[in-house]
C-alpha cells in the first residue's frame, strides 16, 4: 500500500470526519500532519504529528506545514477562517505543497455583498433583492436610519439583515423572527453596522437545501443535497447557529424537493461555475468546495441565500462516511483536475450535533433544563463508539468542539460533538444518530431532538406544498 503524508488544518467534527475519511483509505497509508484549534481527541489519536493552532493563523500553519514538508503530499483546509486568510496560496507558495480548498482572491465566503454581485450578473433569477449599506455613504445614524426605513418600505419590512463578513450563521437576523418592529431591526443593523457594511435583503419565504460539489478547478462534482437545521431550538426556533444537525436523503434531493428542483440547482449551480471560471482564468483557483451553495426552495424557484467556500459543517459530515470510492483519490482527483463526479451510497444520513449550555443561548431561554452541576465535566463518549457494536460503520462520531486534557475529554463553547447514524431510509438513520447522542453523557450538552423527524420533514412537505399552489 502506498504510504502517504496528509497535512490537514482543522477546526471541529467536519475536519474530524475528513481525517476519518482519510484514515479509512482503502488504498492508500496515511499519515496525518493536523493543525487543530485544539486538542481535540480523534485527532490526536490518529495523527503523525498534532499541533494546536487555537486562532488558525496561516502563519504558524506554514511553519508546521514548512517543517513536515518532506512528508506531506498534498494538504487539505476545512474552515472558513484560514481559506479566507490565504492559507492556500501562502502554504503553496512557502512550501510547493498543494492545498485543497481555493485561493483567497476567490474564497468570496469572505464577502456577502461581493457574492450577491457576482450572482447578479450571473444567475440575477436566483439573488433575492438586496441593498448594500456602507458605513462610508453615510454621514451620520440618522442619515443611515432613513435609508433602512426606505428599503423596508419597499420591501414592506420583509427582510433579512446581514453583516457582509461572515460571523458562523450567527449575525443573520430575520424579520418576524429575530425582530417585530423596525426599532429592533435598526438596532441589529446598527450593532453590526458600526463595524463595516452591512446588506439588508429581501425575506423569502421556503425550504433550505445545501448544495456542495467538489471542484478540481475545472468541473463540479457535484454531491447529493443535504439539509442542515441552523436554529438553534427544535421547530426552528431561536437564534442561527452554524448548524444543530443535518440529513440526507437516499436519493440526490430531499423530500420536500422534485427532481426539477434538483435540476434546478443543478442549472445555477454549473451557469455560475461556468461564467466564474471564465473570468478567472485560473484553472485551479477553484479547487476545493467554492460552491456550497446554500439555497431556499421559494414559490418561483430555488433562490441562494449565501455560498461558502469550503464543506458545510455539519453537512460534509452527511457525505464523506458513504462515499463510494476513496477520499484520497476524490483529493488527487482534485488535486490532478480529473474530477468529474463523485458516487455516493443511495443510503440515508441523519447527524446530531451536541452542544454546550451556553450554545445558542440555550441556557437563558431554558434555564430550568441545565443540571448546573454538569457544565465543563468531562464528556464521556465511550458509550456511543461502544455502539459501533451494534451498528457497525453505521455510526460515527466525530468529536468536535471539546478537548483532551489528563486523558479527560473537556468540552468547549462551540459544536461539542456530531453523531452520524446512517440507514436504508431517513428514519432508520435518525434512529442511529439519537442513539449515538443520547449515549453520550457529561458537559451538560444538549442537543436538537427533532432533526430528520417524520414530523419536520411533513412539515417541509406540506410547506412546499402549499407555496406551490400559491405559485
Ligand atoms: P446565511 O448565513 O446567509 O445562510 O443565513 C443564515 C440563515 O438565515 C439561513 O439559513 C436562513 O434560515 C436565514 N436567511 C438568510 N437569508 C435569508 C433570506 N433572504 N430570506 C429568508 N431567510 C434567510
Ligand atoms: N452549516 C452551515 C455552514 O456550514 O455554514
Redesign the pocket.
Known amino acids: 500500500m502506498e504510504k502517504i503524508g496528509v497535512l490537514v488544518v482543522s477546526y471541529g467534527a467536519r475536519e474530524v470526519a475528513m481525517v476519518d475519511a482519510l484514515s479509512r483509505s482503502p488504498n492508500y497509508k496515511v499519515d496525518l500532519y493536523i493543525a487543530d484549534k485544539q486538542r481535540n481527541p480523534f485527532n490526536v489519536e490518529k495523527a503523525a504529528k498534532h499541533v494546536v493552532i487555537p486562532d488558525l493563523n496561516v502563519e504558524d500553519i506554514c511553519k508546521f506545514a514548512e517543517v513536515n514538508r518532506q512528508q506531506i503530499d498534498f494538504a487539505i483546509v476545512g474552515p472558513e477562517k484560514p481559506i479566507i486568510e490565504g492559507a492556500r496560496d501562502q502554504i503553496e507558495k512557502r512550501t510547493g505543497i498543494p492545498v485543497i480548498c481555493p485561493k483567497q482572491k476567490y474564497a468570496i465566503e469572505v464577502s ?1 455583498v461581493e457574492q450577491r454581485l457576482l450572482f447578479q450578473e450571473i444567475a440575477p433569477e436566483a439573488n ?1 433583492r438586496f441593498k448594500v449599506f456602507n458605513p462610508k455613504d453615510f454621514k451620520s445614524t440618522e442619515d443611515a436610519k432613513k435609508a433602512v426605513y426606505l428599503w423596508l418600505d419597499e420591501l414592506k419590512n420583509q427582510a ?1 439583515v ?1 453583516p457582509d463578513r461572515p460571523t458562523a ?1 450567527k449575525g ?1 437576523g ?1 424579520w418576524g423572527d429575530h425582530f417585530a418592529t423596525r426599532e429592533q431591526l435598526f438596532d441589529h443593523f446598527m450593532s453590526n453596522f458600526q463595524y463595516g457594511t452591512v446588506l439588508i ?4 419565504d421556503g425550504e ?1 437545501s445545501s448544495f456542495m460539489a467538489f471542484c478540481d478547478g475545472k468541473h463540479l462534482a457535484v454531491l447529493p443535497d443535504t439539509r442542515d437545521h ?1 436554529r438553534a431550538f427544535d421547530d426552528d426556533k431561536g437564534p ?1 447557529t452554524g448548524g444543530m444537525g443535518s440529513y440526507k436523503d437516499v436519493v440526490d434531493q430531499l423530500p420536500f424537493m422534485t427532481k426539477a428542483d434538483r435540476e434546478n440547482e443543478l442549472a445555477i449551480a454549473q451557469k455560475i461555475f461556468r461564467e466564474w471560471s471564465a473570468k478567472i482564468n485560473d484553472s485551479t483557483a477553484l479547487r476545493g468546495v467554492p460552491l456550497y451553495l ?1 439555497f ?1 426552495h421559494t414559490r418561483g424557484g430555488p433562490k441562494i ?2 455560498d461558502n467556500s469550503r464543506p458545510g459543517d455539519p453537512e460534509i459530515m452527511n457525505i464523506l462516511p458513504v462515499l463510494k470510492e476513496d477520499f484520497v483519490d476524490v483529493c488527487y482527483g482534485m488535486l490532478e483536475g480529473n474530477l468529474t463526479r463523485v458516487d455516493v451510497d443511495k443510503v440515508a444520513t441523519v447527524l446530531t450535533y451536541k452542544v454546550p449550555p451556553s450554545y445558542g443561548g440555550y441556557a437563558e431561554v431554558f434555564p430550568g433544563n441545565v443540571k448546573k452541576a454538569e457544565i465543563d465535566t468531562p464528556v464521556d463518549l465511550s458509550a456511543a463508539y461502544e455502539l459501533t457494536r451494534k451498528f457497525g460503520d453505521r455510526i460515527r462520531v466525530y468529536p468536535g468542539s471539546m478537548e483532551l486534557k489528563n486523558g479527560l475529554t473537556y468540552p468547549l463553547k462551540s459544536r461539542v460533538v456530531g453523531v452520524l447514524g446512517v440507514g436504508e431510509s431517513i428514519e432508520e438513520a435518525r434512529a442511529v444518530s439519537l442513539e449515538g447522542a443520547n449515549a453520550i453523557k457529561g458537559g451538560g450538552l444538549w442537543n436538537r431532538t427533532d432533526v430528520a423527524s417524520k414530523r419536520t420533514i411533513e412539515k417541509s412537505v406540506h410547506h412546499m406544498k402549499q407555496l406551490r399552489i400559491q405559485a
Open positions: 456577502k433575492p433579512v446581514k450563521g443573520v430575520v435583503e429581501e425575506k423569502i433550505e441552523k442561527n446554500a431556499m441565500l449565501e
